[in-house]
Each structure stands twice: as structure tokens, then as C-alpha cells.
């Protein structure tokens, strides 16, 4: 039997920034969570830009090149995104520009182990395959759309950027720590005081996972309730499955509920893996 097709689903949500100059790497690395420095050309890491104050604004996926790298952004959040990234310039040789470039996404399928010619991996999860710029729908795929991917990724119990908002959200809570998206070893950049001082410390009482449940999704910002007592709120989701922003002291002991209706929470088992006795 042949196994199913791969999935190609274009992304119009996101878009491209790409930075060049001799001093790219350098800015790049004051400025974001993740390590830019030992990047090579086509590869990716996940990684996001914070507040002073160490909240969560911006999810993006860093893309090295040979002469530079690419940024995969929000694309409602591009331009501001540039305003920021420009002021934080001063006289750094940096250019920084907007190419009209689409973004897509290659789901994994049942044979396809090797990264396909032209795709980046998924730096977060093997599960969420590949994510290409300017690429065509290649042959033997199945066309899809950006909810398909959305679906797919609510599925393995990834968060995303309608979960976190914009300053709203610790990374850690949006377990950008399990998901290879911050790196503790690589120095400064903006928020770490605050983002290291939460995992040392290793009292993270909130993060997001899954709920699932029978029939449409909640209200985003509804309460989960445990007994009681408040355990968390609803993220967004679709029928049968939600992501929720979840107090981890509240949710052991089952019987949680959203406006009366039975849900059930979900560790994936990367979640689990990651933080081993504490999902025990």
C-alpha cells in the first residue's frame, strides 16, 4: 500500500523580513531568544522577540542564508516588527527589507524522513514537518489550506500566536523552553533577566496545553474550573480540541470543566518527555 502523500498548505499569515550586512548576526543576537551566531545557510530556529519586561511579542522562525537570513513573521505584525528591529539598529550595518516572499508548510507523512530539497525543518517538532519560502506545491502532494495546518498543529499540542497574543504571555508559559526556542546558554538579549530567573528558579505554575471535550470549542478566554477553583482559560481551538493557558497545580486531579461541560487535558508526549517527573 502507498503510503499517504505529504501535506502542502500554503501560510498566508506569515511573511518574510530579510536581514542582511555585515553585522546581522551580532544585532540579531542581542535582540532575540535564540542563538544566531552558529546558524548556517538553511537551517531554522525558533525564537521570539520580547519586552523589556520578559513578555512574549513576537514569535519568528530565523532562517540563515548565505548572506544573511530571513525572519518568518506574523505577517499582520511585519511592519511593526521592522519599526522595532530598525530602532534597535542605531549604526549597526544592517539592512533590513520585506521581500514579497510566501511562507508554506510541508506536513510530515508515513515515509518522508528525509527534509525535502528546498524546505527548512520545523526547528520545534519532527511532527510539524517543513516550512518553505517561495515554494511552489511540488508533485504527489496534497493541497491543502492554512486551517489544515492549523488543525495539524493543534493536534500535536503546539501552541500559537492567537494563544500568546502580544504581551500578554511569559515564553516558558507557551512552552517555548520545550520547544527549542530559547537558548539559556547564548548571553543577553531582551527580556532574559526575567525569562532565565523563571527557569532557574523552576516554578513555572502556568503553561499551555491541550483540552479536549465533546462538541464545539469554548469561548476563548473561558475558565477552566477545577472544583471550584479557577485552573486556567481557554485559548483558540476547534471542534473537540482547544489549547488553554493551565495552572499545573489544578489539573492533576481530573474533573475539570468549562461552562459545565466535562474537559479533559492532554500532555502530548514531547511535553511529557520534556518535563519528565512534573507530568508524571
Known sequence: MMPNPPIYAPLPSRAV???????????????????????????????????????????LFVVGRED??????????????????????????????????????????????????????????????WRGYGATAPEGVQLADEAAYEAHRLA???????????????????????????DFKKGCFVGQETTSRMKRRGQVKSRMLPIVFEGPPPAAGAEVVAGELRAGEVLSGGDGRAMAALRLDRIGGGGLTVDGRPVRVERPAWFAAALGEEVA
Open 17 to 59: 523580513i530579510a536581514l542582511a550586512g555585515p553585522d546581522w548576526r551580532s544585532f540579531l543576537q542581542g535582540l532575540i531568544t535564540q542563538d544566531v551566531e552558529t546558524l548556517g545557510p538553511g537551517e531554522a530556529r525558533f525564537a521570539a522577540l520580547l519586552t523589556p519586561q520578559g513578555r512574549l511579542l513576537y514569535d
Open 68 to 129: 544573511g537570513a530571513w525572519l518568518d513573521v506574523a505577517a499582520e505584525h511585519r511592519e511593526t516588527i521592522i519599526q522595532r528591529l530598525s530602532m534597535y539598529r542605531l549604526r549597526a550595518k544592517v539592512e533590513i527589507a520585506a521581500p514579497d516572499l510566501p511562507v508554506s508548510a510541508r506536513f510530515p507523512a508515513p515515509g518522508e524522513g528525509r527534509d525535502p530539497a528546498g524546505w527548512v525543518a520545523d526547528p520545534r517538532l519532527p511532527e510539524l514537518g
Open 156 to 182: 500535536v499540542g503546539v501552541p500559537g500566536p492567537a494563544d500568546w497574543g502580544a504581551d500578554k504571555t511569559y515564553p516558558i508559559e507557551a512552552n517555548f523552553d520545550l520547544l527549542d526556542g530559547i
